[in-house]
């Protein structure tokens, strides 16, 4: 069984920078493909990053790229995301998840098979 727990969330300044971690227990977590997700009420999860279980690919959605940054460092069993210059429609709920078998596309929130319970951001004007 694997764990995930995410923290670093809280309430900003709109041009501020948030760094989440997602901290992984329980099954080896450097095989797994990463992923950050976000939810806002009323609205589905979206996609917002992803990191291969080596860290030599990552994607990112549209709305993010140029100041989202994911990583990982395998040897602490966590996955982070840098977030600068953050944005009130950046506000939401944060959640990191894990891919175990990669039978579906990335983007694709239910190809992850393991999810954190969630981390607030918000992002004020």
């Known amino acids: 069984q694997v764990e995930l727990v995410e923290s670093g969330g809280g309430s900003v300044q709109a041009g501020a920078s948030l760094r989440l971690s997602c901290a992984a227990s329980?099954?080896?977590?450097?095989?797994?493909?990463m992923g950050w997700f976000r939810q806002v009420p009323g609205k589905e999860r979206e996609f917002v990053a992803r990191i291969s279980w080596s860290g030599g690919t990552t994607y990112y959605a549209d709305s993010v790229k140029g100041r989202f940054t994911i990583s990982r460092d395998t040897a602490k069993n966590t996955v982070y995301l840098q977030m600068n210059s953050l944005k009130p429609e950046d506000t939401a709920v944060y959640y990191c998840a894990a891919d175990v078998y990669g039978r579906r596309s990335p983007l694709d929130r239910r190809a992850y098979t393991y999810w954190g319970q969630g981390t607030q951001v918000t992002v004020s004007s």
């Open positions: 329980g099954r080896t977590f450097s095989s797994y493909a």
